[in-house]
Each structure stands twice: as C-alpha cells, then as structure tokens.
C-alpha cells in the first residue's frame, strides 16, 4: 500500500510540476519585466522624474513620521505589559520580547519628539530596523510557549504589520527582500513549532501567496502616489503655462478668454472688459451670447474645423473675423484667434483660448444710432462741429494738456488736467455741440443772463449754480450720455464777458432718462424755437 501511495504521490508531483513549469514558459515576459523592475528604475526619460522623486521623498519621510507618533504609544503600552510579564514569568521568551519593544519604543520616540532631523536616510534606516524587528518576532514564535502570549493573535498581528509596514515605506524595492526574509522566517517557525505542520505543501504556498499580495500591495499604493503626484504637477504646469501665455496675449492682443468645452467662459481678463465696455461677471456666460447673431454659425463652423486642423500642429492658429456686441448693442469687429488645449484641468474634451484683435477702422456705432441722424444735423454753419458731436470734437482741436500727478501712487494719477485748444477757422468748438440738444436752450439762457448780470463781473470767485445738464460722451452716440449734477458759472475776469462753465459730479445716463426729461423741457424748447424764428 506504501509503494502505491508513493506511486500515486509522485505522479501527482509530476503533473504539478509539469503544469508549472508550462505556466512559467507562457508567463516567462512577465516574470523578467518584474525582475527587471526591481533590480533598476526604468531607463524611460521622465521630464518630471526628479521632482517626482523629490515628491515621493517627503512622503515617505511623513509616512514613517506619522508611524513613529503611532508607535510611542503602542510601544508604550507592549513595553508596559512585557516588563510586568517578564516579572511575573521571568524566561528568556519574555526578555526577547521586552526588549525587542524597547527597542522599537526608543527608535519611535527619537523621531516623534524631533530630538533627531528627519532625513529620507534616517526614514529608510528606520523602516529597514523595524522590519528587522518583525522577522525577530517571527524567529521567536516556535519559543512562544514560554511567555504569556497567545501564538495565533501574535501571528495575526505580525502579519497585518507586515501590511502596514509596506504600506508605509511606500518603496517596493526597499520593501521587497525584506517581505522575502520574513515570509521564509515565518515558513521556518512554523517548521519548528512545537506541533508542527499537517501540510507542509500548502503552509509554503499560502506564504508564497502572502508575499505575493504583500509586494502588489505596496507596488499598487506605489504607483497611486506617483500617478497622482504626476497629474498634480501636469496641472500645476498647464496651470502656469496657461497663466503666463494669457499674460503674454495680452500685450500683444485686445482680449483673451478661456472657454470650456461647452464654449462658456472659464475665466476672462478685464482686457476683454475694456474691448466690450462692459464691468459685468461674464464667468460661465456663453461666448456665443456676445457674437453679432449673423456670425453665430460662421463661428460655430470656425470653431469645429480649427479644431480639427490644430490636431496636425503645423502652422499658425487659425483666424476669423467677427463682431461681438458691446454696451448698447455697439458692434466690434475683432479678429478671433482660436487654439484647442486638450486634456487643461484634467478634462477629456478640449479647453479653446480665444485671442481678439479688434479692428477698430470697421467699429460700427451702436445699432439704434441711424434712428437719430435728424439730431446731428440741425446744427450747421458758425455753430460749428455739425460732423463732429459730443466730447470727442474737443480733443480734435487739443493743443496743450497740463497735468497735476501724484508720484506717491506706482502709475502717477491724474488728479487734474487742463487743456488748451487751437482755433480753427469755422471748426470752433462750442458748447452747443457738447450737451443736448433738449439742455441747450435752458443752458444758452443762463449763461447769456450770467455773463449780462453786472454783480457777476465784480468777483472771479462768485459761482451760480445751475439745474443738471446732460453732455454727449466720447465715441458714444447722443442715446449715452453722461449727466452733470453739479454745474456751476463763474466769471473768468473782471474785464472780459468770458464765463467759466463746471460740470461735475458726472453719472452716466440712458435713452429712457433722456425721453423723461424731454417731456419736462419740450415746451420750453418750443417756446425757445418760435422766438429765434420770429
């Protein structure tokens, strides 16, 4: 019956032999590409290998700080039970034990109190002390009967600080012949247990298997840590890149903006602010909502086939000419810039920043402006600027500007300006051109009975105080205005009829406030209009 046991028992040997060997053959690529990964880092050229490595070097040092401030206090405790049971049983099984925890505790407590710089040196020496610790404890478990222990918790617990302990050196190379050493120390005790092993087979597979978990272990948490330190830098480059090249579009270009996926705004610069005139939030607003609707799908197709283009990174960016709508519905013709930025901010769809170049000889007023054309023409002759209107006719005849500034601040403010203008033959610049016309009869009336009061002349520094007035703006159409709320007359000297006219106080209007006051002066107009006829 022996004999055929030991026939049975070797032919079983053979075909697991056989079936093993045939898997290695089949898995022999992925057993050298291991062992080619534990014996020297990859050869791969990595633009962010050094930091990296400086990445993983501060983690670890936290890892095993944070091991040391946990293992004061599990210390402390072991410590305390093994010298009251080495009191009560004093054997050689009790005193390995103590002294193996004091060792530990010692080891802990230097680097938890900061007594000693934590170096990456010192944080390895400390993983390699501690491992060397555990694979004593694993030596000693075949003596265990000894001591006032229970053999099976201890082998639990040693087994789960073999877990932590790869976890926390966070090095599967540093961690792997020592998890070697400790899965044939533990074979070895259980070898020499005082009961044995039933299964020798089995008891040597099973610790295979929990070197091989224990090492994936480590090797998987390895690879998070570098994956997401990797993904942070990416990030944190594109963040900068992006950052800087935003700062350098807008030196060169009117706007810029970033767009998400979906087209709306991820974030915008005030340039683009300036180019609309417009001091409103556009964060998540659709860019589409401020293209003229007549390019709405010129841009839409623009976007799709640079898009597409921009996938072969040859050439310049591509161009189109649009118009985005302003503050009151102004038109700007801007030359549009677009490049797709695949995979900003971790996304799968692509990123587009828009550069504008605006083409100011084709700005278009605002859409309303041709329903009051009646209104800029009424005024012809030596009343002057009947082609220019508004504020923007005053500097078409500047001469000479003197500033007051303040170098305190890093720009040098303005605080006041004064200007002087040149005369030009029937090109004079009048009041008559700057405000409206429905403030201009009420105006000219208390400038003419200013100028004609005989106490006005006496003192440059008396002021009359008149109603708000309403002044057309620079590069705006009659419908934008700004309103003067405080206006004042004074003489300019005693011997000449010249008054000084002070507008202050400036608040920006709309066309309802102008249709408003109209209905108020109207009659007063009127009533202005039939005297100058008659």
Same mark, same amino acid.
């Given at each position: 019956?022996?004999?055929?046991?030991?026939?049975?028992?070797?032919?079983?040997?053979?075909?697991?032999?056989? !079936?093993?060997?045939?898997?290695?053959v089949?898995?022999?690529?992925?057993?050298?590409?291991?062992?080619?990964?534990?014996?020297?880092?990859?050869?791969e050229?990595?633009p962010?290998?050094?930091?990296?490595?400086?990445?993983?070097?501060?983690?670890?040092?936290?890892?095993?700080?944070?091991?040391?401030?946990?293992?004061?206090?599990?210390?402390?405790?072991?410590?305390? $039970?093994?010298?009251?049971? $080495? /009191?009560?049983?004093?054997?050689?099984?009790?005193?390995?034990?103590?002294?193996?925890?004091?060792i530990?505790?010692?080891?802990?407590?230097?680097?938890a109190?900061?007594?000693?710089?934590?170096?990456?040196?010192?944080?390895?020496?400390?993983?390699?002390?501690?491992?060397?610790?555990?694979?004593?404890c694993?030596?000693?478990?075949?003596f265990?009967?000894?001591?006032?222990?229970?053999?099976?918790?201890?082998?639990?617990?040693?087994?789960?600080?073999?877990?932590?302990?790869?976890?926390?050196?966070?090095?599967?190379?540093?961690? !792997?012949?020592?998890?070697?050493?400790?899965?044939?120390?533990?074979?070895?005790?259980?070898?020499?247990?005082?009961?044995?092993?039933?299964?020798?087979a089995?008891?040597?597979?099973?610790?295979?298997?929990?070197?091989?978990?224990? /090492?994936?272990?480590? $090797?998987?948490?390895?690879?998070?840590?570098?994956?997401?330190?990797?993904?942070?830098?990416?990030?944190?480059?594109?963040?900068?890149?992006?950052?800087?090249?935003?700062?350098?579009?807008?030196?060169?270009?009117?706007?810029?903006?970033?767009?998400?996926?979906?087209?709306?705004?991820?974030?915008?610069?005030?340039?683009?602010?300036?180019?609309?005139?417009?001091?409103?939030?556009?964060?998540?607003?659709? !860019?589409?909502?401020?293209?003229?609707?007549?390019?709405?799908q010129?841009?839409?197709?623009?976007?799709?086939?640079?898009?597409?283009?921009?996938?072969?990174?040859n050439?310049?960016?591509?161009?189109?000419?649009?118009?985005?709508?302003?503050?009151?519905?102004?038109?700007?013709?801007?030359?549009?810039?677009?490049?797709? /930025?695949?995979?900003?901010?971790?996304?799968?769809?692509?990123?587009?920043?828009?550069?504008?170049?605006?083409d100011?000889?084709?700005?278009?007023?605002?859409?309303?402006?041709?329903?009051?054309?009646?209104?800029?023409?009424? !005024?012809?002759?030596?009343?002057?600027?009947?082609?220019?209107?508004?504020?923007?006719?005053?500097?078409?005849?500047?001469s000479?500007?003197?500033?007051l500034?303040?170098?305190?601040?890093?720009?040098?403010?303005?605080?006041?300006?004064?200007? %002087?203008?040149?005369?030009?033959?029937?090109?004079?610049?009048?009041?008559?051109?700057?405000?409206?016309?429905?403030?201009?009869?009420?105006?000219?009336?208390?400038?003419?009975?200013?100028?004609?009061?005989?106490?006005?002349?006496?003192?440059?520094?008396?002021?009359?105080?008149?109603?708000? /007035?309403?002044?057309?703006?620079?590069?705006?159409?009659?419908?934008i205005?700004n309103?003067?709320?405080?206006?004042?007359?004074?003489?300019?000297?005693r011997?000449? %009829?010249?008054?000084?006219?002070?507008?202050?106080?400036?608040?920006?209007?709309?066309?309802?406030?102008?249709? %408003?006051?109209?209905?108020?002066?109207?009659?007063?107009?009127?009533?202005?209009?039939?005297?100058?006829?008659?």
């Amino acid at each position: 019956m022996a004999d055929v046991w030991n026939h049975d028992s070797l032919g079983a040997v053979a075909l697991a032999a056989s !079936f093993l060997a045939l898997h290695m053959v089949f898995s022999a690529h992925h057993l050298r590409a291991c062992m080619a990964w534990l014996i020297k880092p990859s050869s791969e050229d990595d633009p962010c290998g050094v930091r990296l490595e400086m990445a993983l070097v501060e983690a670890r040092r936290a890892n095993f700080f944070k091991l040391a401030r946990f293992g004061t206090f599990a210390g402390a405790g072991g410590l305390t $039970y093994f010298i009251y049971a $080495y /009191i009560v049983n004093p054997c050689l099984g009790e005193a390995s034990f103590a002294i193996t925890t004091l060792i530990m505790y010692v080891q802990f407590t230097v680097v938890a109190s900061q007594s000693l710089e934590l170096t990456i040196d010192i944080a390895e020496f400390g993983c390699c002390s501690f491992y060397g610790l555990l694979l004593l404890c694993y030596l000693e478990l075949p003596f265990i009967q000894e001591a006032h222990i229970d053999a099976k918790a201890y082998d639990t617990c040693c087994t789960a600080i073999r877990f932590i302990l790869a976890a926390v050196a966070l090095n599967t190379r540093l961690s !792997f012949p020592w998890q070697l050493l400790i899965s044939a120390g533990q074979v070895w005790s259980d070898f020499r247990a005082p009961g044995g092993v039933h299964h020798p087979a089995f008891s040597v597979f099973l610790q295979g298997v929990v070197l091989g978990l224990t /090492i994936l272990g480590s $090797y998987t948490l390895e690879t998070c840590v570098r994956c997401s330190i990797r993904a942070q830098f990416h990030c944190s480059d594109a963040e900068s890149l992006m950052v800087s090249f935003r700062q350098l579009l807008r030196g060169v270009c009117d706007g810029e903006v970033l767009l998400d996926s979906n087209l709306r705004i991820h974030s915008v610069s005030d340039c683009l602010k300036h180019l609309l005139m417009s001091s409103t939030n556009m964060h998540g607003k659709s !860019f589409q909502q401020l293209l003229d609707p007549a390019d709405l799908q010129k841009f839409r197709e623009f976007m799709e086939t640079s898009a597409s283009q921009t996938e072969q990174k040859n050439g310049p960016p591509t161009c189109l000419h649009v118009s985005l709508l302003g503050a009151a519905s102004t038109r700007i013709p801007v030359d549009l810039y677009h490049v797709p /930025i695949s995979k900003l901010y971790g996304s799968h769809d692509p990123y587009h920043l828009i550069a504008l170049k605006e083409d100011s000889d084709q700005r278009a007023p605002p859409e309303e402006a041709v329903a009051f054309p009646h209104r800029h023409r009424v !005024f012809s002759g030596s009343e002057g600027g009947a082609l220019v209107t508004g504020l923007q006719a005053l500097f078409g005849n500047l001469s000479e500007m003197s500033f007051l500034l303040d170098p305190a601040t890093g720009s040098c403010d303005v605080h006041r300006a004064q200007l %002087r203008f040149r005369h030009r033959p029937g090109k004079e610049i009048n009041l008559r051109s700057i405000v409206l016309p429905t403030d201009w009869a009420s105006i000219h009336e208390a400038v003419t009975q200013f100028s004609e009061r005989p106490d006005a002349a006496q003192t440059t520094s008396y002021a009359h105080r008149l109603p708000t /007035i309403r002044c057309r703006m620079l590069d705006r159409c009659s419908r934008i205005y700004n309103s003067a709320h405080l206006v004042e007359l004074s003489a300019h000297s005693r011997i000449s %009829r010249k008054v000084w006219l002070r507008l202050g106080d400036l608040v920006e209007g709309t066309a309802s406030g102008e249709r %408003r006051h109209l209905h108020r002066v109207l009659p007063e107009l009127r009533r202005s209009r039939s005297q100058t006829s008659v």
